[in-house]
């Protein structure tokens, strides 16, 4: 009995992708604008989150999906207390959201009487780069105090964005951050990518920021 | 750290393809994996070894291609390979103007199979 080979070709996060797909599908028939918000731990996902929809709230409504790697509620709580309906999802102990986490933080939400969907993905540069969430945008926060060479060291996740933000820029007179150096960086990766600079505590560049997202909710509406 | 997941996918195609050509037995699995996809080998192994196990794919060997980065240069038309994941200018002409012209594939290619023959003649 000799081994015999059978060709396959098949993409390894096929089955991930295919479970995207359907959210993608479920979030286009409510008519919802779902965004994947990435960024390593501490750039400001949850205050760009808090800061957002306290801008949108008269206009839009809105939910959260929060990825967490334990079961604390301390995002989720700050959401909710802000008057939004938030989930909580416990990766459990998992780097990243997937798809089919996603789909099941998706059926605890209103999507039928919602405009806009902020998921805040784990923070992690490398691994929720890996998983489509089904989500309309990838947007990732990147802040200053982490360094003008992220762009370089983590390719993957810039490949992928549609919008990148750029936090905490209130801090850049104490900082060593080259933000041409940065931007080259960003442009090799996702030539014309839009991006955000702000600081959301003091409310600079947040104007744009919205400005932007609430034209993305206003084109799905129509679509 | 997300191998878990990417390994758990990995036997779960290798599975199905193996099922339907009746096979009893899969000694061989190649993978390609490119340089600009983040997949550690060594933690995709270990895991194999734990999630493989009671499968028709116990015992399997992975084998990995690696398919080096090549980017392009748009300033000067220079082609080039990315020695480590990381990005640099191109080496002729300093430009960060650059496509990635491969290194992205991740995909399951083959595997080898052993299977009962009850058709063959003796």
């Known amino acids: 009995m000799s ?11 096929d089955a991930n ?10 979030f286009d028939r409510a008519g919802v604008f779902a965004v994947n918000l990435m960024a390593s731990p501490g750039a400001g996902k949850t205050t760009l989150i808090l800061e957002t929809i306290h801008r949108l709230a008269p206009r839009l409504r809105m939910g959260v999906i929060e990825g967490d790697t ?18 909580q999802i416990n990766t459990g102990g998992d780097c990243h959201l997937d798809g089919m986490m996603m789909s099941r933080g998706m059926d605890q939400l209103p999507l039928e009487s919602l405009d806009l969907v902020i998921v805040e993905n784990v923070g992690n540069l490398i691994c929720p780069a890996a998983f489509n969430l089904g989500t309309h945008a990838n947007v990732l926060i990147a802040s ?22 750029v936090s905490k820029t209130d801090l850049l007179p104490y900082i060593q951050f080259n933000m041409d150096y940065f931007l080259k960086g960003v442009e090799a990766l996702n030539p014309g990518l839009v991006h955000f600079p702000v600081a959301a505590l003091r409310g600079d560049g947040m104007d744009a920021w919205i400005q932007w997202l609430e034209a993305q909710v206003a084109a799905k509406k129509k679509a | ?10 036997l779960a195609i290798a599975e199905k393809h193996a099922r339907k050509a009746g096979a009893t037995r899969v000694t061989d699995i190649h993978i390609v994996i490119g340089q600009l996809s983040s997949i550690v080998d060594d933690s ?4 194999w070894d734990m999630i493989s196990e009671g499968t028709l794919c116990t015992g399997a060997k992975l084998h ?5 980065a090549q980017m392009h240069c748009r ?11 990381e990005l640099i200018p191109c080496p002729e002409c300093s430009s960060m103007d650059l496509r990635i012209v491969s290194g992205e594939e991740f995909f399951l290619d083959s595997i080898e199979i052993e299977r009962d023959q009850p058709d063959q003649e003796p």
Do not use: W
């Open chain 2, 75 to 85: 300033a000067c038309q220079h082609t080039f390979t990315l020695i480590r994941g």
């Open chain 2, 64 to 68: 990995f291609s690696r398919k080096p």
């Open chain 1, 144 to 165: 200053i105090p982490e360094g003008d060479d992220k762009p370089y060291k983590y390719p993957n996740i810039y490949r992928g964005l549609q919008a990148l933000i």
């Open chain 1, 3 to 13: 081994p015999e080979r059978v060709t396959i070709v098949e993409k390894i996060m």
């Open chain 2, 44 to 47: 995709v192994q270990f895991y």
């Open chain 2, 1 to 10: 750290m997300h191998e878990l997941s990417v390994t758990e996918n990995i």
């Open chain 1, 70 to 87: 334990a079961p604390v509620t301390i995002d989720a709580d700050k959401v909710t207390a802000a008057g939004m309906p938030a989930v």
């Open chain 1, 17 to 26: 992708d295919q479970i995207a797909a359907l959210n993608r599908a479920r």
